[in-house]
């Protein structure tokens, strides 16, 4: 079945360092992709989001990088903090139709001091 | 700003007991209404979504049913629980349309069925 999945379920990453968090998704035909972060015990946050027509978007520190080809998408935070700590999903959605988003399991991001 | 609530934030219950669970969004009308659980180190497993007052469609055949009675107002049940609904129950809503219709979440409520 389709789905969407991430290579690393944990990454650790030095402060300050850029971190690189990468997901892989199987529906070409998906328009609609979102990064969410979700801190333990606590509902997933929106981070960015990026439509198919786009191939990278950049937020405050965050950047996500969409490459359709390959049908990838990655996550970049520039400058990772201690609170940078979490885990991090990536979520697609097909075009208009459909309210059912297809989650990755996550990747979990540990800041090392 | 929109904002979502859920309640109680924990709950620990025996098995075979009825289970209510709230949400409400505040800020927006007309919104879709979801209802996730997310077992420990596992992805979101969507259960219900609502489009409308009194329009529930169900994902996963299961103990658990929903009910909107109230435009922003969501409500997530159980007549009798089992140990195998334990888990991680989020709320999210979306605008109704949306051309990008992003999910945001509330904060959970964490149940545990013993």
């Known amino acids: 079945g389709e789905s969407v999945g991430l290579h690393l379920p944990t990454l650790s990453v030095q402060e300050g360092d850029n971190s690189i968090i990468n997901c892989a998704y199987s529906n070409s035909a998906s328009d609609y992709f979102i990064w969410y972060k979700q801190e333990s015990g606590k509902g997933p946050q929106f981070i960015i989001d990026?439509?198919?027509?786009?191939d990278k978007r950049q937020g405050q520190r965050v950047t996500v990088l969409l490459n359709k080809t390959v049908k990838h998408l990655s996550l970049q935070i520039a400058a990772t903090q201690p609170g940078d700590s979490a885990v991090y999903f990536c979520?697609?959605?097909?075009?208009?139709?459909?309210?059912?988003?297809?989650f990755g399991t996550g990747t979990r991001l540990k800041v090392l001091a | 700003s929109q904002t979502i609530h859920q309640w109680p934030a924990t709950l620990v219950q025996p098995v075979g007991s009825p289970l209510s669970l709230e949400c409400t969004v505040e800020?927006?009308?007309?919104?879709?209404l979801y209802w996730y659980r997310q077992a420990a180190g596992r992805g979101l497993q969507l259960l219900f979504y609502?489009?409308?007052?009194?329009?529930i469609s169900s994902e996963v055949p299961q103990n658990l049913s929903a009910s909107r009675p109230q435009d922003r107002q969501f409500i997530l049940s159980s007549k009798k629980l089992l140990l195998s609904d334990s888990g991680f129950y989020l709320c999210?809503?979306?605008?109704?349309?949306?051309?990008?219709?992003?999910?945001?979440f509330g904060p959970g409520t964490r149940l545990t069925v013993l």
């Open positions: 609502s489009v409308g007052i009194g329009q």
């Open positions: 999210a809503w979306s605008v109704l349309g949306g051309a990008r219709d992003t999910q945001y």
């Open positions: 990026i439509r198919s027509n786009m």
């Open positions: 800020g927006t009308s007309n919104p879709n």
């Open positions: 979520a697609e959605t097909p075009t208009s139709g459909t309210y059912k988003y297809i």
